[in-house]
């Protein structure tokens, strides 16, 4: 897995949105998967070894599956390497802080 990964955020966070993208621990991440619940059907989990979750905000429920997709190839797809980015284009809105 490589070492960390890079997800590009459409509002961004921090000071005015600033912040356009998250970079994350990726030999931390265990899962990620798109959880429908009926009511906030636009949001991915990354789910992390420690038992924490990050949750990412999709442009529609619609684009859930293909982001969680994108995130999974991108984390398979360069084990040795130091950075890798999820091609997950302009349908991740907003990532949250650690949830625990």
């Keep these: 897995m490589s070492q960390r ?6 509002n961004g966070t ?18 990620v998967s798109a959880v429908p619940d009926g009511f906030s059907d ?7 070894s420690e038992g924490k979750y990050f949750q990412l ?3 529609s429920s619609s684009y859930t599956d293909s982001v969680a997709n994108a995130i ?10 130091r950075v890798v980015e999820a091609q997950t284009g ?4 907003t990532m949250s802080t650690t949830i625990q």
């Design 90 to 93: 302009q349908n991740v809105l």
């Design 72 to 81: 999974n190839a991108a984390l398979i797809s360069n084990p040795g390497g």
């Design 57 to 59: 905000t999709c442009v």
């Design 42 to 48: 636009d949001k991915v989990n990354l789910y992390t």
């Design 5 to 10: 990964l890079v997800i590009n955020l459409v």
């Design 14 to 31: 921090g000071v005015a949105g600033g912040v356009k993208k998250a970079v994350i621990n990726a030999d931390d991440i265990f899962v």
